[in-house]
C-alpha cells in the first residue's frame, strides 16, 4: 500500500472512530429509553393491571399530563346547532343505548370510560368502572343575542379542561332563543357541543360518534384510498 493510500484509510479509521464516539451516546440513549419503556410497560401489565399503556405516537404525544393537573388545553369539540330544544333525559338515554349498553359496546368504545394519569415517568389510561352520564351529558340555558354569542361560549367551553378522575369529555346541550333566519318560527332550539381530549378521540372518531347518534353514514373522507404507496409519495400526482 503507498503513502497515499494508507493516509486515506487512516483517515476514514479516524473518521469512523470519532463519528461513532459522536454518535454512540445518541443512539444508548435512545436505546436506553426504549428498553425502559418496555420495562416500565411490563412492570404495570404486573402491577397496575387497572392502568392501558398509550402505544399510539400522536397519541402520545397529545396526552402531556394526568387529568387531574393544569395543563395546555388538548380538547376539540364539534358544535351542532338543532332547529329543536333537545330533550336531555332522550338523548342521554340514546347515548347509552348506542355506545354502553352492552359488553361489546363498552369494549369498543373503551376511550369514554377513560382519563389520563401518571406513574413511573410515562401517563396512562385509566378507565372509570362506570360512566355517570348525568355528570358526561349536561343540559344549559344560555341568553344570547347573536351567533357570535354562542361561538364566544363555546370557544371558552373548549378551553376548559377541570375532567378531574372522570372520563376526559362533556357533552353539553345549550337551550337558547333565537332566529337562525326571518323564516324562522322556532325560536327555541339546543346547540349540542361534544368536547373530547384529543388523546381519546379525533376528527375520524368523532365523525363515527356522530353517525352512530344519527343513524346515518358520512361518505368516505379519503379519496383514492387503494393507490398505491408509490404514488402516495409521489409529489408529482
Known sequence: MNLKGFLVSLGETVFSILLWAFLSPLVLFFLFLFVFRLTVIFLAKLL???IIPIYNVTDHLLSVAPSNSHHQNMNFSSTWILKEKLDTVDFRNHFQKTFLSTRELRNRYLNLYCYFVQWCFY????????????DRIKEFNLEVNSFSDI????????????????????????NVDLKMNENDNNH???????????????????????????????????????ISLSDKVNCTR
Request: hydrophobic share 35%; proline share 5%.
Open 188 to 226: 327555541t332550539k339546543t346547540i349540542l357541543v361534544m368536547k373530547f381530549h384529543h388523546g381519546l378521540c379525533d376528527g375520524y372518531s368523532m365523525i363515527h360518534i356522530i353517525d352512530n347518534l344519527c343513524g346515518t353514514k358520512t361518505p368516505c373522507l379519503v379519496k383514492d384510498s387503494n
Open 123 to 134: 401517563i396512562w389510561k385509566k378507565p372509570v368502572a362506570e360512566i355517570n352520564l348525568e
Open 151 to 174: 361561538e364566544e361560549f363555546v370557544g371558552e367551553y373548549t378551553d376548559l379542561h377541570d375532567y378531574g378522575e372522570n372520563p376526559n369529555w362533556e357533552i353539553l346541550l345549550i
Open 48 to 50: 397496575r393491571p387497572d
